[in-house]
């Protein structure tokens, strides 16, 4: 039997997994949309490819992703470990969605960070130019 993708579901779990809420995609998408519209548009399981770039552009990743992506079979894939290459070590994640979660909140640290870091920087400038 062949497991069919849901591309419905996969805009849902990347729009989650990226933190954008139904009525902020609807936005994006144009101003025919809806959190309504977008909400329907979750529970089809397949959609048409022209809509699908679109979402992918709004989303900022691969069509191809929406077009693909089986949870099952990346569980299955995954085996629920992943290798941390930073420490060498081999860490257990029960849920592989935790592991793409905690890399996105280590790039907005990073990113804070660097704001913070370009703040300083510019606050030192300013002492210096006066």
Same mark, same amino acid.
């Given at each position: 039997m062949? $497991?069919?993708? $849901?591309?419905?579901?996969n805009?849902?779990?990347?729009?989650?997994?990226?933190?954008?809420?139904?009525?902020?995609?609807?936005?994006?998408?144009?101003?025919d949309?809806?959190?309504?519209?977008?909400?329907?548009?979750?529970?089809?399981? =397949?959609?048409?490819?022209?809509?699908?770039k679109?979402?992918s552009?709004?989303?900022k990743?691969?069509?191809?992703?929406?077009?693909?992506?089986?949870?099952?079979?990346?569980?299955?894939?995954?085996?629920? =470990?992943? $290798?941390?290459?930073?420490?060498?070590?081999?860490?257990?994640?029960?849920?592989?969605?935790?592991?793409?979660?905690?890399? $996105?909140?280590?790039?907005?640290?990073?990113?804070?960070?660097?704001?913070?870091?370009?703040?300083?920087?510019?606050?030192?400038?300013?002492?210096?130019?006066?």
């Open positions: 062949e $497991h069919k993708v $849901h591309e419905g579901r805009v849902k779990r990347f729009r989650e997994m990226l933190g954008i809420k139904q009525d902020a995609l609807a936005w994006e998408l144009g101003e949309w809806s959190q309504k519209k977008v909400s329907l548009l979750e529970a089809k399981e =397949t959609i048409d490819e022209s809509l699908l679109q979402i552009r709004a989303l990743i691969p069509v191809e992703a929406l077009q693909n992506f089986d949870e099952e079979q990346a569980i299955n894939i995954i085996s629920s =470990t992943f $290798h941390d290459s930073s420490t060498g070590v081999i860490v257990n994640y029960n849920n592989p969605i935790d592991k793409i979660l905690q890399l $996105h909140e280590e790039k907005i640290e990073l990113y804070e960070r660097m704001l913070k870091e370009k703040d300083e920087m510019m606050a030192e400038l300013k002492k210096l130019i006066k």
